[in-house]
């Protein structure tokens, strides 16, 4: 029945906002934009994040997380401090891989990977 991930959305309260710490700080290259800009989805890989405001549709601290798979997670780590990203999961291992949590401007949870080579 389900193949796959369509997409995963990400709900803010300020577009222009999000749009400049998704695009500038995770530097994430839009692939499409609707709703008078308000939405704007970037393709990673076969998946794409959508990030925008939808009426419906609220951000929230304990939401949904997105894990973005990172060839260094010691240099995105490194990087995303140095532009202000806060973490309040810092650095963790685990049998299968390396992550840290930071969130959005709107307190959305989002995470560096590092997959272990298997």
């Known amino acids: 029945m389900i193949k796959e991930v369509a997409f995963v959305a990400i709900a803010v309260s300020d577009a222009e906002r999000a749009r400049k710490f998704y695009q500038e700080t995770l530097e994430l290259k839009p692939s499409t934009t609707a709703m008078g800009g308000a939405w704007v989805e970037y393709d990673l890989g076969a998946t794409t994040i959508g990030v925008g405001c939808h009426p ?6 304990e939401g949904t997380t997105v894990a973005f798979e990172v060839d260094d997670i010691d240099a995105a780590i490194a990087k995303l401090k140095k532009r ?12 299968v891989c390396w992550m840290a949590q930071f969130r959005d401007p709107d307190g959305n949870k989002l995470v560096v990977h590092k997959r272990k080579k298997q």
């Open 56 to 61: 419906d549709w609220k951000p929230s601290r």
């Open 84 to 95: 202000g990203v806060k973490f309040d999961l810092d650095k963790l291992e685990t049998p």
